[in-house]
């Protein structure tokens, strides 16, 4: 059974248009990251949460907002969506050593 | 600026030989450095790590060698195996926050 669920697998959004990746992890760790995969920069560090709080935050665009309505959950909200934000985007988590993360299988995103 | 990088995109070996694939980094401060392997269409996967106060870490197959002074590491898989097909990510941590190099797509030809 996947540990970290996903939420769509695959989505294409138009541009300006607003969609939300959902993350839910079952491995009762206590920190969540979104990481952002595309051809042009493989596996980039966007967002970090530890006790549904934000640790760190490596996304210039206000455009990003994750959401931890749960301790197991933390949503990542896009608004205006733009083709550049075209990417595969991962949740991942940890326990306490932020190099050991469990990733997600990703949620694929085409804008166009 | 990448801080962590790999120098092969790509690397193509036979069965049965040792694959070995290279990183360096450049923050001194990094002192954790996983690797990960990805397979097409799913999330990374950590395989093994090593500690910057360890020059070796062997585990199975996969071996990190790791130079502090030179500041690279390399992943040594022995014997390997059509099923080891796959990119390879090294990473390295810093204040929480993990860095990736670009990856190393590996393909063993049977």
């Known amino acids: 059974d996947p540990k970290i669920i996903q939420k769509p697998k695959y989505l294409v959004a138009v541009t300006g248009s607003e969609k939300i990746l959902i993350c839910e992890q079952y491995?009762?760790?206590?920190?969540m990251y979104w990481y952002r995969q595309s051809a042009k920069k493989p596996l980039e560090f966007m967002f970090s949460y530890s006790y549904q709080k934000l640790m760190d935050n490596q996304t210039a665009s206000s455009r990003f907002q994750p959401q931890s309505s749960k301790k197991n959950h933390l949503d990542l909200q896009i608004t205006a969506l733009k083709p550049d934000d075209s990417a595969t985007y991962f949740c991942a988590s940890s326990q306490e050593q932020a190099g050991q993360l469990y990733f997600g299988e990703g949620s694929k995103l085409t804008v166009l | 600026q990448q801080q962590v990088r790999q120098s092969s995109q790509s690397l193509t070996v036979w069965e049965g030989e040792t694959a070995i694939l290279n990183c360096s980094y450049e923050?001194?401060?990094?002192?954790?450095f996983p690797w990960y392997q990805q397979f097409p269409g799913e999330g990374p996967a950590l395989l093994i790590a090593i500690r910057s106060v360890s020059d070796k870490k062997e585990d199975g197959r996969f071996t990190i060698f790791f130079n502090k002074r030179e500041k690279n590491l390399s992943l040594h898989i022995k014997d390997s195996q059509p099923g080891d097909s796959a990119t390879y990510f090294c990473a390295a941590i810093n204040y929480n926050v993990l860095y990736f190099g670009s990856g190393t797509k590996l393909t063993v030809e049977p």
């Open positions: 923050n001194s401060a990094f002192d954790y």
């Open positions: 491995l009762g760790h206590n920190a």
